[in-house]
């Protein structure tokens, strides 16, 4: 299954062992991803952008920007504001859930993944 049949992150299908390659040209020029569909900080935040997707009413608002704190690298999610109720959930249970789910995601990339959502 590739990410693009869900609607979501960069089209690419998924290897046995859980890694998403691109599609496209296999070139060392070419990372195979398009620019316009890049998202940042590797599986964690292809992850983000999936479950975010997939959560809200307006996936084409769903803005994942990257920036690199101290030892760790921090994902800020932006959605559309009548869709922050929906990230966000009862008691914040979604937002939890979500932020386990993209560590856990970071982690097998080694790296350390914080997430941030924008209001």
């Known amino acids: 299954m590739s990410f693009s049949d869900a609607g979501g992150p960069p089209a690419g299908d998924l290897t046995p062992d859980g890694e998403l390659t691109p599609d496209g040209d296999d070139s060392p020029e070419s990372d195979g991803w398009d620019d316009d569909d890049h998202v940042p900080a590797g599986r964690a935040g292809a992850v983000l952008a999936y479950l975010a997707s997939s959560l809200v009413e307006t996936p084409d608002q769903v803005k994942v920007v990257a920036s690199e704190a101290r030892n760790s690298t921090?994902?800020?999610?932006?959605?559309?504001?009548?869709?922050?109720?929906?990230?966000?959930?009862?008691?914040?249970?979604?937002?939890?859930?979500?932020?386990?789910?993209?560590?856990?995601?970071?982690?097998?990339?080694?790296?350390?993944?914080?997430?941030?959502?924008?209001?």
């Open 74 to 119: 921090k994902l800020t999610l932006s959605v559309a504001p009548g869709d922050v109720g929906r990230v966000i959930g009862r008691r914040g249970r979604v937002a939890q859930a979500i932020r386990t789910v993209v560590r856990a995601a970071g982690v097998r990339d080694g790296q350390d993944v914080q997430v941030d959502i924008a209001d």
